[in-house]
């Protein structure tokens, strides 16, 4: 089972994530084989302030990803405010890593819908050369469609926004995000 994990940071804890990058990598490390995508997100005005934290694996069970989530050293210490965990179906078949326009080169989003109605966005859009992950949220036994997510290359927001249908979701997120990792 495919999940999406979300640990958006708490205002002011920059310095707490510093002092606990180690832990939160080699944590990180463990999961290694189940990992799909992974990295922060930044702030818009300046790529250098984390805002979040995105993981995107495939674990056996929902106790499983419960437990990667909240066990995270991170969310153990209190540098996140809160956590988006979420089945996720992972449409293009492929890791991060398998990405062909490799981990460095242009602007990336990390893009968001929360569904408002019926299911939009299942088919993976034309463009696809510029995704980098993509996929549907999904209820907790994987039958009710609710929202999308997506990890994309794109020129500025407002572009990576364009990679959802608007009308169907009740709100939309777009932040700059970048392949994580150890280096």
Same mark, same amino acid.
């Given at each position: 089972?495919?999940?999406f994990?979300y640990h958006r940071?708490?205002?002011g804890?920059?310095?707490? %994530?510093?002092?606990?990058?180690?832990a939160?990598?080699?944590y990180m490390?463990g999961y290694?084989?189940e990992?799909? !995508?992974r990295g922060p $997100? *930044?702030? !818009?005005d /300046?790529?250098e302030?984390?805002t979040?934290?995105?993981?995107i694996l495939? *674990?056996? $069970?929902? !106790?499983?990803?419960r437990?990667?989530?909240?066990?995270e050293? &991170?969310?153990q210490? &209190?540098?996140?405010r809160?956590v988006m965990l %979420?089945r996720w179906?992972?449409?293009?078949?492929? $890791?991060m890593?398998?990405?062909?326009?490799?981990?460095?080169?242009?602007?990336?989003? *990390?893009?968001f819908g929360?569904?408002? &109605?019926?299911?939009? /966005?299942?088919?993976v859009?034309s463009?696809?050369?510029?995704l980098i992950?993509y996929?549907?949220l999904l209820s907790?036994?994987?039958t009710a469609?609710l929202?999308?997510?997506a990890?994309l290359r794109?020129p500025?927001?407002? !572009?990576?926004?364009?990679?959802l $249908?608007?009308?169907?979701?009740?709100?939309?997120e777009v932040?700059?995000?970048?392949?994580?990792?150890r280096?």
């Amino acid at each position: 089972m495919e999940y999406f994990c979300y640990h958006r940071d708490r205002s002011g804890s920059g310095a707490l %994530r510093d002092e606990l990058l180690e832990a939160h990598w080699s944590y990180m490390d463990g999961y290694a084989k189940e990992m799909i !995508a992974r990295g922060p $997100t *930044l702030a !818009a005005d /300046d790529i250098e302030i984390a805002t979040g934290s995105v993981h995107i694996l495939d *674990l056996p $069970t929902p !106790a499983a990803a419960r437990a990667f989530a909240f066990d995270e050293p &991170g969310y153990q210490a &209190g540098v996140y405010r809160d956590v988006m965990l %979420r089945r996720w179906r992972n449409a293009l078949g492929r $890791t991060m890593w398998e990405f062909p326009g490799g981990p460095d080169e242009g602007n990336r989003y *990390l893009v968001f819908g929360l569904g408002a &109605g019926p299911a939009v /966005d299942l088919e993976v859009p034309s463009g696809r050369g510029e995704l980098i992950a993509y996929g549907p949220l999904l209820s907790d036994d994987g039958t009710a469609w609710l929202g999308t997510v997506a990890l994309l290359r794109a020129p500025d927001a407002e !572009a990576a926004r364009a990679v959802l $249908t608007p009308e169907g979701y009740a709100e939309i997120e777009v932040h700059r995000w970048q392949f994580g990792g150890r280096s």
